[in-house]
């Protein structure tokens, strides 16, 4: 699979390379088999192949709904009662598009990111970004996430153990369901594929972090032969929850 830059001006090279681009793009390629990736004022966007002359996709913060209270983002989602209510800092290790980091940082947390596909990166630091210049979702979301493109487990068992929480939330097979996936679902599919070694990864921040929270679909099978110590549900998702020292909550 090839990714086909397109900068709207020729300016726009220095983004690109800031966004770490440059060395997985190419500049031309066939639009029924490749995805296009536009630079241009607005930020940056993805179209899947045979979707060239369709809006471009971009991750975007900025509608995302912040209301206190019973919503979205409060600390009484069962998100919150999964990585601690009284949690500070949290590591997101498999960070996708950012919809739970988001949600993490409208809660409050501050949200270290992980995330190991270039273009899925890029799609996330550039919404981040541009979030950053928000009168609103720069304090709320912008500023308490911070992005590196980087493999989980190069991080190393002493850089989990300075979290309060540790945070994974593996690809998971598509669902045999007749409805389609959302849009941004469909991509993050297309681009980060499955996750093959996502055992091994929840066992290595199971061995080391204080408290690990993996997200599954809720009738997924038990994600470790262990028990979680604890089980967090919402209507479609379960959170399994392990901890390593009682000082967690
Ligand atoms: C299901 S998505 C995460 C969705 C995310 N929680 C959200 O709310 O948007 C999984 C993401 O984790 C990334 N990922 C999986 N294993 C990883 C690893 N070992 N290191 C870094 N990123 C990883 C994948 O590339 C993919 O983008």
Request: avoid cysteine; charge should be positive.
């Given at each position: 699979m090839k990714f086909v830059l397109s900068l709207a001006e020729p300016k726009q090279k220095h983004r690109a390379e800031e966004l770490l681009l440059t060395n997985h793009c190419v500049f031309e390629g066939n639009p029924s088999l490749d995805a296009k990736l536009t630079l241009d004022e607005f930020g940056l966007g993805i179209h899947e192949p045979n979707m060239w002359n369709q809006p471009a996709f971009y991750v975007d913060?900025?509608?995302?709904?912040?209301?206190?209270?019973?919503?979205?983002?409060?600390?009484?989602q069962p998100l919150a009662r999964a990585v601690g209510r009284q949690s500070e800092k949290i590591l997101d290790l498999t960070a996708g598009f950012g919809s739970d980091a988001s949600l993490l940082a409208g809660m409050g947390y501050l949200v270290d990111a992980r995330e190991r596909h270039p273009i899925v990166y890029a799609l996330l630091q550039d919404a981040l970004d541009r979030t950053a210049q928000h009168p609103v979702y720069a304090e709320i979301v912008a500023e308490r996430i911070r992005l590196q493109h980087q493999?989980?487990?190069?991080?190393g068992p002493s850089f989990l153990r300075a979290f309060d929480a540790v945070y994974v939330d593996p690809m998971y097979p598509p669902k045999k369901s007749k409805a389609a996936p959302p849009r941004r679902a469909q991509i993050l599919q297309y681009l980060?594929?499955?996750?093959?070694d996502q055992d091994d990864l929840i066992r290595w921040v199971r061995t080391h972090a204080k408290r690990t929270v993996v997200k599954r679909p809720?009738?997924?099978?038990?994600?470790?032969?262990e028990a979680p110590h604890h089980q967090v549900e919402s209507k479609l998702v379960r959170w399994d929850v392990w901890l390593n020292q009682s000082s967690s909550t």
């Open positions: 913060f900025t509608s995302m709904d912040i209301r206190t209270g019973a919503g979205n983002i409060s600390r009484k493999e989980a487990n190069s991080v980060a594929g499955k996750d093959l809720r009738q997924a099978p038990p994600t470790l032969e």
